[in-house]
């Protein structure tokens, strides 16, 4: 009963007294034998990468809050057949501005920059990844096997404040990919 995890059973005999099973008017007991059960687990192997975004001058969030999109992308590899559906979300590792947005904060720290976030768009960037939705994997086959199945996105930086509050430094942020299998 309840939830079955991934793994293995060790083969067992259960044991069944039963009235009902009568061997010349004496109850008897049944022996069933249960071989090794494997339960696995459908589940991808997930990859992201370093992005590394291109120096930007500060007089480059004069006109604009978004300078400089950089296309990156999560893979999903080997997913099995046989699910529904497979979906993800993302989630900055470090405060989030607005989540509609896609944006959150730069880390914070010895020599990051100030008035700069990040922003995360979707592969043709023109609309935020909403960090409190969940988007489907859009080429998961539930019938065949699925070698490589890309996520592609967009970051860029964000101004979070007036121009005149930004501040040289580094840039930096981490986002976390949580995949649902339905």
């Given at each position: 009963?309840?939830?079955?995890?991934?793994g293995?059973?060790?083969?067992?005999t259960?044991?069944?007294?039963?009235?009902?099973?009568d061997?010349?008017?004496?109850?008897s007991?049944k022996?069933?034998?249960?071989?090794?059960?494997?339960?696995?687990t459908l589940?991808?192997?997930?990859?992201?990468?370093n992005?590394?975004?291109p120096?930007?001058?500060?007089?480059?969030f004069?006109s604009?809050?978004?300078?400089?999109?950089?296309?990156?992308?999560f893979?999903?590899?080997?997913?099995p057949a046989?699910?529904?559906?497979v979906?993800y979300?993302?989630t900055?590792?470090?405060?989030?501005?607005?989540?509609a947005?896609?944006?959150?904060?730069n880390?914070t720290g010895?020599?990051m920059?100030?008035?700069?976030?990040?922003?995360?768009?979707?592969s043709?960037?023109?609309?935020?990844?909403?960090?409190?939705?969940?988007?489907?994997?859009?080429?998961?086959?539930?019938?065949?096997?699925?070698?490589?199945?890309?996520?592609?996105?967009?970051?860029?930086y964000f101004?979070?404040?007036?121009?005149?509050?930004?501040?040289?430094?580094?840039?930096?942020?981490?986002?976390?990919?949580?995949?649902?299998?339905?």
């Amino acid at each position: 009963m309840g939830k079955i995890s991934a793994g293995s059973t060790s083969a067992f005999t259960p044991v069944q007294a039963d009235p009902n099973y009568d061997v010349g008017g004496i109850a008897s007991t049944k022996y069933f034998t249960v071989n090794p059960v494997t339960f696995n687990t459908l589940s991808c192997l997930a990859e992201g990468m370093n992005v590394t975004l291109p120096s930007v001058q500060k007089s480059e969030f004069n006109s604009s809050i978004t300078p400089r999109v950089t296309p990156f992308q999560f893979t999903l590899r080997n997913c099995p057949a046989g699910m529904d559906s497979v979906t993800y979300q993302v989630t900055p590792m470090s405060p989030i501005i607005t989540s509609a947005d896609g944006t959150f904060a730069n880390n914070t720290g010895t020599g990051m920059a100030l008035g700069v976030g990040l922003r995360i768009t979707d592969s043709a960037n023109t609309a935020a990844v909403d960090f409190a939705t969940t988007y489907p994997v859009a080429d998961y086959s539930p019938t065949s096997g699925n070698s490589a199945l890309p996520i592609p996105m967009n970051v860029s930086y964000f101004r979070t404040d007036t121009a005149d509050a930004v501040t040289p430094g580094r840039v930096q942020g981490a986002l976390q990919l949580t995949v649902f299998y339905n």
